[in-house]
């Protein structure tokens, strides 16, 4: 039958007081760890996919959402040539879009987090670490349903970040979610023997190199856009082809288990 490999990458600052020294021009201020859910007998597709898009554009270093976005370092060429670009975008997100694999991320909106928890928690907890219990628990309960188990693979990030994440994944194992059982009730948290049963193995630090981390990182920023521009066309167009993990739940389902976008309230 196969497990289910999630596939995690990072964007934005896992510290809620992080100063940031300039407006970013997307509006955008968070913190999210996300990325790309696959069936581990479809891996060889996803090689395939990122090896005709290499191969095509002779490119010289890993897929990445902010040098592509940015036109920085071996995605520079992008700039010289509007017509290149847009074609290079346009074979980019048809790859993005027949993947076997399906988006999931949790989204915090950091000056909303600040502003409901700095008076509960001083100092509040670093984002990294609801952010992850969150993903993990709701790629888990996926896993679940479909009778398989789940390998957690995540970018490296720093020798401390990745310890933080597995000494999560020991805590998730020990204890369950590091949240208040009463306030949290609604969502039926895991308990410790479910995450042991579900989570196969300890979770495994890879490369950008790998090309299921490249995709993590291309489908985890239009979903963090996705919660200040529910219009932003890479979003719109992932939810069109049924690549986030939305598009497999209920309504009920989307609440529980589907994407979490949290401490949103500022911008509703």
Not at 47 to 52: P, R
Not at 96 to 104: C, E, K, R, S, T
Not at 178 to 198: C, V
Not at 243 to 251: E, K, T
Request: some cysteine; aromatic content about 10%; overall charge positive.
């Amino acid at each position: 039958m196969g497990d289910l490999h999630l596939y995690i990458d990072e964007s934005g600052s896992r510290m809620p007081d992080y100063a940031v020294n300039m407006q970013r021009r997307d509006g955008m201020d968070y913190f999210a760890f996300g990325g790309i859910i696959i069936d581990e007998n479809e891996i060889g597709a996803v090689l395939e996919a990122h090896q005709q898009i290499t191969k095509t554009w002779t490119l010289t270093g890993p897929l990445h959402s902010t040098k592509i976005r940015g036109h920085r370092k071996h995605f520079s060429w992008l700039a010289l040539d509007s017509a290149r670009e847009a074609a290079f975008l346009s074979h980019l997100e048809n790859t993005i879009l027949a993947l076997p694999v399906i988006g999931n991320a949790c989204v915090i909106d950091r000056p909303g987090y600040v502003a409901r928890y700095s008076r509960l928690y001083a100092p509040p907890w670093t984002l990294c670490k609801t952010a992850y219990a969150i993903l993990i628990e709701r790629s888990a309960k996926f896993a679940r349903a479909h009778g398989k188990r789940l390998k957690v693979f995540y970018e490296e990030a720093g020798e401390k970040e990745d310890r933080d994440l597995e000494e999560y994944t020991r805590l998730l194992k020990a204890e369950g979610m590091p949240f208040n059982r009463d306030s949290a009730k609604t969502y039926d948290g895991l308990r410790p023997r479910e995450f042991q049963d579900i989570l196969n193995g300890e979770p495994q630090r890879i490369k950008k190199a790998v090309p299921m981390a490249q995709f993590a990182d291309l489908i985890l920023y239009p979903i963090a856009k996705g919660g200040y521009d529910k219009m932003y066309s890479p979003y719109a167009n992932l939810l069109r082809a049924k690549r986030l993990i939305d598009c497999h739940l209920d309504a009920a389902g989307v609440l529980t288990l589907g994407i979490k976008y949290s401490c949103f309230d500022r911008k509703e």
